[in-house]
């Protein structure tokens, strides 16, 4: 007579403590990877907000509490931005924001005129005829701030806009990624070039230039704008640069 075999349970078998264990971590580090990145996000919006400047310490501790979390993710929020060359690391001081000297500067409007002249390239063959009108509707406002004589803080928030919107119009999203550092770091230059009302009247007229060309679907020619536009912020950014220098060895 075969010998008989055990029958097999379908009865509810409980997870074993190596398990719950796993689970807990694994929960654990997904709640650490979300603060840290609501702790970076916070931290991004107040460098476009300009609430930092150029060489400005971050501490760790005053961070935390600004943003009701504790040191462990600002300091994973800082090291993300020190990666994308907005922080560094000072020893005992810790992290500060990067000084803005020249040549990075220059280094910056470089890439931006890049990225940036891409985007609008690529906005007049893949944005929507409502996202162009959108652009359009940016522009008139910001025409209408300036012509109302509305805070300058009001017309460089304006001008932001358009320019994400540029962006997001290109519907491209590795030129996003690498534009997000970039419109970051032109919130640590310090006061905006729109506070001079020669400035805001060229500016002006760039805009226009390139949603004409959004609203031709001219790709070249709304490249071609775009990076006039970086070239003519860079050369006003450039010539601040050296006047500040200047009044400062009086």
Known sequence: MAPTKPPVTLEYQPKGADEKKSIKKRSSKEDSTSLSEKAYQAIRRAIRQRRFRSGDRLRENELAEMLGFSRTPVREALARLQVEGLAAENGQRGFMIVEFD?????????????LEG???????RNAQ?????????LHDQYSDLIHSDKPGHLITEKNRQFHEALSLCAHNRFLLRMLEPIHDALGLLGESNLIDQNRVQDNLFDHEQIVKALESRDANLAEEAAKKHIQ??????IK??????????R
């Open 102 to 114: 020249h040549v990075i500067v220059t280094e910056l409007f470089v890439m931006r005129e890049v």
């Open 118 to 124: 891409t985007a609008a390239k690529l906005a007049t």
């Open 129 to 137: 005829d409502t996202e162009i009108s959108w652009i359009r509707y």
């Open 232 to 237: 003519n912020a860079y050369a006003f950014r």
């Open 240 to 249: 601040r640069m050296f006047e500040d220098a200047h009044d400062e060895q």
